[in-house]
């Protein structure tokens, strides 16, 4: 028999988190839990008042409905052979023929899936990439525990942050993990925009001379997150040092939202500098990552997208994306797809690691954030047993 429960979590967070233009200090979540021959699946229902416009309850109720009419397709996909499945047959026997899911909230239709796939995983004992026939590209651990990213990426959020983090680069330190392959710095965090220059072209010196000295390859990538002006950030982006811009990927959101993509054109042009889009690209294609058609991708200066499965409501869709980018490259440049988070939880960050071995790894660079709560024995899978 197939049993489903939801359980509302509140996360404290270890400090306040900014945003694109909310502070939190906690992070509402909604577990739902199958259990079927005595295994549990767990996915999450936790959109994110930033970047969606759906709510908790809605999504909750709206699933809670499909399930008690569609129990019967659960238990078929759960009952499936893992032999021969792939990213693509998984997807589309979660889509459900007769579009009952067509209008179902994201966060919703990605609890739903997380949580079939955490359970087949534990019911046949293997990891996904052997569940889905995927080849990773790096080895999987033994453990349980999935691939730290902190050795990769490290989150720079506030200004107490990047102080921090400058001085322990500036002083040869490598406590806390402070030196990574990739820093992403949120600018726009200071009002004064000259406060914000000094402290980028600070920080790149302190990276480039540890660079330099034991042979590291640290990178920079910023992220405005829409908040300026086109003025503003090209006037940003001309301030900053050569040694700054030499170390810098891109930068995302540079310009305001709905702005014409000529203006994305115009602002590479005119500062030399490649581009991310995550917001942005959301309301370029009205919230559907599937509009994204060539003609997008043929933007010159466009380095990268940033797909959340939180907002696209599949993780099996990113990876599709990224692996149809992958082997598509215009412009003879390559359109990476950055795998992001929207804070969930470290039972959702975890699959989203485990996920990661299939990209290469600064494809990964957005699920580094399994740290900032202060309780992680959610991952104790068998506390949510319903039975």
């Keep these: 028999m197939l049993e489903t429960k939801f359980i509302p979590i509140t996360l404290q967070l270890k400090k306040p ?83 009952s899911l067509d209008n179902m909230p994201a966060s919703a239709k990605l609890a739903l899936e997380l949580s079939i796939l955490n359970w087949i995983c534990i019911y046949h004992n293997k990891n996904i990439c052997d569940i889905l026939a995927l080849k990773p590209h790096d080895n999987l651990p033994t453990s349980k525990l999935i691939r730290s990213i902190d050795d990769i990426y490290i989150l720079i959020t506030d ?110 042009h005119k500062t030399g500098c490649h581009y991310a889009l995550d917001e942005s690209l959301r309301v370029m294609t009205n919230d559907n990552y599937q509009n994204v058609f060539d003609s997008f991708f043929m933007l010159k200066g466009l ?36 795998l992001s988070s929207s804070y969930e939880s470290p039972i959702t960050l975890n699959t989203y690691k485990e996920f990661s071995y299939i990209l290469p790894k600064k494809q990964s660079h957005g699920i580094n954030t399994s740290d900032i709560f202060t309780d992680e024995s959610l991952l104790i899978l068998d506390k949510w047993k319903i039975n």
């Design 303 to 338: 380095s990268s997208i940033i797909i959340k499965p939180m907002l696209m409501g599949s993780i099996l869709s990113t990876l599709i994306l990224a692996e149809k980018l992958r082997n598509k490259a215009l412009n003879n440049n390559q359109i990476d797809v950055i």
């Design 17 to 99: 988190i900014l945003s694109k233009s909310t502070k939190f200090i906690q992070r509402e979540i909604i577990l739902f839990v199958i259990e079927y021959e005595n295994t549990i699946g767990v996915g999450e229902i936790a959109p994110l008042s930033d970047f969606s416009q759906e709510s908790l309850s809605d999504s909750k109720n709206i699933l809670s409905k499909w399930i008690n009419y569609n129990a019967s397709t659960i238990r078929y996909i759960l009952k499936q052979s893992v032999a021969n499945l792939s990213p693509e047959s998984l997807l589309k026997m979660l889509s459900i023929d007769d579009g």
């Design 159 to 268: 200004i107490e942050q990047r102080n921090n983090i400058d001085d322990n680069i500036a002083n040869n330190s490598v406590i806390d993990n402070s030196i990574a392959d990739n820093y992403k710095i949120k600018v726009g965090i200071c009002s004064d925009i000259d406060e914000e220059i000094s402290a980028i072209n600070n920080l790149a010196k302190s990276i480039a001379n540890f660079n330099a000295k034991f042979s590291n390859k640290s990178t920079i990538r910023l992220d405005i997150n829409a908040r300026w002006s086109y003025y503003n950030t090209v006037n940003f982006t001309s301030k900053l040092n050569t040694q700054a811009k030499k170390l810098i990927e891109w930068i995302e959101d540079p310009l305001p939202l709905e702005s014409p993509l000529e203006d994305y054109e115009r602002f590479h």
